[in-house]
């Protein structure tokens, strides 16, 4: 039976906290913000054709700012009175921050030109801190982080900090941007690239974090983005609680402004 609403196409922003979920993507076992989405979405519009598309893939414990997906649905419903009703029907853990008309041809994912996620780095413990940073305990040496991010910056091959299953396609990445940002015991790393692969961005930190720490020299980083079989990365990888997805970009000159 088809439906008799049309099919209409939203953009959403959302932003959650990434702890008690298992990523973005829906699963069968599990809880993920993709399916706690689709759960309100149908609480409003009711049991009809709906599908909803994520500008990309967060892990296990990784949080969003500003994270862009696409609600396509069959619905009547006017834009106010369905973006305040899916405001409401959202679990506490994930909060609506707008929801637009979006062309048709729009995808949260396709469309998306480019990605920044940060990452906070604590150097001293933090009573609120562990649900969203990492605390390290060691000084850390951020000059030498400063050379090691630049040498991560441009087209590589990220394979050594792939998953193994990512690597029957193409681990070339285009890394726009890799900048340490110094706000005294608050240390937030952002990446900004075309896309990412399955914990590239959390080996990324980690790599950076023994570089700041004087274990890994920047030479050393260089290398591993030559050898595409060492282990290294995997063996540092950074805990997802600090880990937020910041922005997503369909606009080549707001890229540029965020960039400059």
């Given amino acids: ?92 853990d994930i909060a609506l921050l707008a929801m637009e008309a979006a062309d048709p041809r729009f995808h949260a994912r396709h469309s998306c030109l480019a990605r920044s996620y940060v990452y906070q780095l604590r150097t001293r413990k933090s009573a609120f801190g562990k649900r969203y940073s990492w605390w390290i305990r060691e000084p850390l040496y951020l000059d030498a982080m400063r050379r090691a991010a630049a040498v991560m910056e441009g087209m590589h091959d990220f394979a050594a900090f792939a998953e193994k299953q990512e690597l029957k396609k193409s681990t070339l990445v285009d890394v726009r941007q890799v900048r340490l940002l110094d706000d005294g015991d608050l240390i937030r790393l952002r990446v900004v690239g075309s896309h990412f692969l399955w914990h590239m961005v959390r080996r990324m930190v980690g790599v950076l974090v023994e570089v700041g720490c004087h274990r890994l020299s920047v030479a050393e980083v260089g290398e591993l983005l030559r050898d595409g079989s060492s282990e290294i990365p995997a063996g540092h990888t950074a805990p997802a609680a600090g880990l937020f997805f910041e922005k997503a970009f369909y606009d080549e000159e707001e890229l540029a402004l965020f960039l400059a």
């Avoid at 706690?36 to 892990?59: H, I, N, S």
């Avoid at 069959?74 to 679990?91: F, N, Y």
Wanted: hydrophobic content about 35%; aromatic content about 6%.
């Fill in 1 to 92: 039976m088809r439906d008799k609403n049309p099919m209409r196409r939203y953009r959403l922003i959302l932003e959650y906290d990434g702890t008690n979920f298992r990523g973005w993507q829906k699963q069968a076992d599990a809880r993920s913000v993709q399916g706690d989405v689709l759960k309100a979405a149908a609480r409003v519009f009711g049991e009809v054709t709906m599908d909803l598309q994520g500008c990309g893939r967060t892990d296990g414990g990784v949080h969003a700012l500003e994270y862009v997906a696409h609600l396509e649905v069959a619905s009547r419903t006017p834009l106010g009175e369905a973006a305040r009703r899916l405001a409401d029907e959202m679990p506490k």
